[in-house]
Antibody, heavy 122, light 106 residues
Framework: EVQVVESGGNLVQPGGSLKLSCAASGFTFSGSAMHWVRQASGKGLEWVGR??????????AYAASVKGRFTISRDDSKNTAYLQMNSLKTEDTAVYYC?????????????WGQGTLVTVSS | DIQMTQSPSSLSASVGDRVTITCQASHAISNYLNWYQQKPGKAPKLLIYGASNLETGVPSRFSGSGSGTRFTFTIRTLQPEDIATYYC?????????FGGGTKVEI
């Protein structure tokens, strides 16, 4: 059974930092690109960034809104991906989802976690 | 960035109705388009990938079509459990982008 579980969400002050974790099981994590997608309350889905597999040099990419502040990493020995968030702003308040980009010739987010809430507020 | 414009933003239909949602891309994206369903408080769920391919386990009343810049998502006969918000998403280029969503109500 596939499981994707995010953790680490919390209340943090503007300018602060937070690190989210995404623990996965039930699929070949090491061969998968992992992405983060966020959703502010009552709003739509926003892609945050991704990290590719070791075979693809752990390449990362980020949305312009978080570039330079957020860093995605992974530890394949723990089947876990991370989202390090620095210099947080109130507009970063959202539920953060971790998701796998499945690839059988078509790229699609096939496995999702339940999300973890990050609230940036003083 | 590729902008994805979904319409309508919301709709109300009756059980058994045919429901159609459109998604327009600002640039041609071939068939690199997915559709997701999201129920309140839940993570999105993949329904359609590659514009027209039904994800395993998804009921056949859901379908997708289109290529280039214009795409259509259809629920053939609306069921009560289909009440949700539906999103399109392109994977032709980074940043990956989603449509604004279509909230389907009964």
């Amino acid at each position: 059974e596939v499981q994707v579980v995010e953790s680490g969400g919390n209340l943090v002050q503007p300018g602060g930092s937070l690190k989210l974790s995404c623990a996965a099981s039930g699929f070949t994590f090491s061969g998968s690109a992992m992405h983060w997608v966020r959703q502010a309350s009552g709003k739509g889905l926003e892609w945050v960034g991704r990290i590719k597999s070791k075979a693809n040099s752990f390449a990362t990419a980020y949305a312009a809104s978080v570039k330079g502040r957020f860093t995605i990493s992974r530890d394949d020995s723990k089947n876990t991906a991370y989202l390090q968030m620095n210099s947080l702003k109130t507009e970063d308040t959202a539920v953060y989802y971790c998701t796998r980009l499945g690839d059988n010739g078509d790229y699609r987010f096939d496995y999702w976690g339940q999300g973890t809430l990050v609230t940036v507020s003083s | 960035d590729i902008q994805m414009t979904q319409s309508p933003s919301s709709l109300s239909a009756s059980v058994g109705d045919r429901v159609t949602i459109t998604c327009q891309a600002s640039h041609a994206i071939s068939n690199y388009l997915n559709w997701y369903q999201q129920k309140p408080g839940k993570a999105p769920k993949l329904l359609i990938y590659g514009a027209s391919n039904l994800e395993t386990g998804v009921p056949s009343r859901f379908s997708g079509s289109g290529s280039g810049t214009r795409f259509t998502f259809t629920i053939r006969t609306l069921q009560p459990e289909d009440i949700a918000t539906y999103y399109c998403q392109q994977y032709d280029d980074l940043p990956l982008t989603f449509g604004g969503g279509t909230k389907v109500e009964i």
